[in-house]
């Protein structure tokens, strides 16, 4: 079987790069992150062409903010009023022949903007090959994984095999956005036996990830002329406590939380500011604050002992017993997890390459909302290295990404099954 595949994949070589070339050089950026819309069109209406080539069926999926809200109310996930005006996911299908498990491939075409052009020392379209890599926006992230889990299916086929179960094409758009693209897609009923998330991993099979919350607080204080400081009452100073006593907090959930794969919670103060001048008392201070948070701990355990902060610093100052601090949470992603054991988990294990393994990671993705929304058990599994996504001069080396397609048209005979 191996032997075949291989065969195959050498034979196809050439037509699987400029698969991948040929999305490159599509502009598929998000705007705004996703907000204020996006360019995936012409890079879904590419894939879809190759879909119909090889066989399969092809659907263009429009993201409703019905399903987001849905989302938003039911799971504590989606990102309301995103414009998705020309920014359809596409579905695609592939009956098998029956009686076989099926498996759904899952990734997004939206790439982050390219920043500033003059640092890249070549066109962020480009799609050329040059010493062994695929250059250009998006090549690791992720359309690398996304064309391999395409040209695998093909590869399949190429060898002369014949798979029992039905395979599934997931083009989502929105990743970038927050992952409404997956999200609209299992709140409409999406279902399937097992899936691949086809992300960046350096071909690691990541088992899970970290969830995350957003929290925004806000502090009142009074203004006064600088030189009568003590008669006024600095929101910044009162900021700057609160931000000691967090970090203190995180060293506690440090030493508290274990996980044999993933890092303990981590926060991030990541964006502040307040006051109108050097000469006033600030009146305001808002700061930031990015928090995530391995399997085995909740949102609520992040936010029980946030907010326990909070009313320990607001008992402490009068000031803020009378003015208390405003906490928002705004964006949040659960963490997930698929035990070791699973049998999709050993069936890729046993395919990885040497110096490879099974790990968790740090960064979360749209494996959280097929495994605990759809019920889908998931694995995430890519071509590329974690630095080229979202850098400048990104690429993607072109034997990493050949031998994606081959691992996962191993993992589809394995999990799908062929007609003897």
């Known amino acids: 079987m191996k032997e075949r595949l291989q065969a195959a994949l050498e034979k196809n070589r050439a037509k699987y790069v400029q698969m991948l070339q040929e999305l490159v050089r599509r502009d598929t950026r998000v705007i705004g992150h996703g907000i204020e819309g996006g360019n995936e069109l012409q890079g879904q209406e590419y894939l879809a062409e190759q879909i119909v080539a090889l066989g399969g069926v092809a659907e263009f999926k429009e993201v409703r903010e019905d399903l987001i809200q849905e989302g938003i109310k039911r799971f504590g996930e989606g990102n309301p009023g995103h414009n998705y005006t020309n920014r359809p996911n596409l579905l695609g299908t592939f009956r098998g022949t029956g009686g076989g498990r099926s498996l759904v491939f899952n990734g997004h075409v939206d790439t982050m903007p390219y920043g500033e052009r003059n640092l890249w020392s070549f066109d962020p379209f480009s799609g050329n090959e040059v010493d062994g890599v695929i250059q250009g926006l998006g090549a690791t992230?992720?359309?690398?994984?996304?064309?391999?889990?395409?040209?695998?299916?093909?590869?399949?086929?190429?060898?002369?095999?014949?798979?029992?179960?039905?395979?599934?094409?997931?083009?989502?758009?929105?990743?970038?956005?927050?992952?409404?693209?997956?999200?609209?897609l299992v709140m409409d009923g999406f279902k399937a036996d097992a899936a691949v998330v086809c992300e960046f991993t350096d071909l690691n099979v990541q088992i899970g990830h970290v969830g995350w919350v957003f929290y925004k607080f806000s502090l009142l204080g009074r203004a006064i002329h600088s030189g009568r400081k003590w008669e006024g009452e600095s929101a910044i100073e009162y900021?700057?406590?609160?931000?000691?006593?967090?970090?203190?907090?995180?060293?506690?959930?440090?030493?508290?939380?274990k996980h044999p794969l993933m890092p303990p919670p981590t926060l991030n103060v990541g964006q502040i500011y307040g006051g109108e001048a050097g000469s006033t008392v600030p009146?305001?201070?808002?700061?930031?604050?990015?928090?995530?948070?391995?399997?085995?701990?909740?949102?609520?355990?992040?936010?029980?002992?946030?907010?326990?902060?909070?009313?320990?610093?607001e008992a402490a100052?009068?000031?803020?017993?009378?003015?208390?601090?405003?906490?928002?949470?705004?964006?949040?992603?659960?963490?997930?997890?698929?035990?070791?054991?699973?049998?999709?988990v050993q069936l890729a294990a046993a395919l990885l390459p040497e110096g490879k393994q099974?790990?968790?990671?740090?960064?979360?993705?749209?494996?959280?909302?097929?495994?605990?929304?759809?019920?889908?058990?998931?694995?995430?599994?890519?071509?590329?290295?974690?630095?080229?996504a979202h850098s400048i001069d990104e690429f993607i080396a072109v034997e990493d990404y050949l031998q994606a397609v081959y691992l996962y048209a191993n993992l589809l005979i394995s999990w799908c099954g062929i007609e003897e």
């Open 141 to 184: 992230d992720m359309k690398g994984g996304l064309v391999a889990a395409l040209a695998a299916i093909d590869l399949v086929r190429s060898a002369g095999f014949k798979l029992k179960g039905d395979v599934f094409y997931q083009s989502v758009v929105d990743e970038e956005g927050g992952g409404n693209g997956t999200l609209a």
């Open 239 to 257: 900021a700057i406590k609160l931000i000691a006593r967090l970090y203190e907090l995180e060293h506690k959930w440090l030493m508290q939380y």
């Open 283 to 313: 009146a305001n201070c808002e700061f930031k604050v990015c928090i995530h948070y391995c399997p085995g701990v909740t949102k609520g355990d992040i936010e029980r002992d946030v907010l326990g902060v909070v009313r320990s610093l």
């Open 317 to 344: 100052e009068p000031w803020l017993r009378e003015n208390p601090i405003q906490v928002e949470c705004y964006q949040e992603g659960q963490p997930y997890e698929i035990p070791a054991a699973h049998p999709l």
């Open 358 to 388: 099974v790990v968790g990671s740090p960064i979360g993705n749209d494996g959280r909302l097929l495994h605990n929304i759809a019920g889908i058990p998931a694995i995430v599994w890519g071509p590329g290295k974690a630095e080229q």
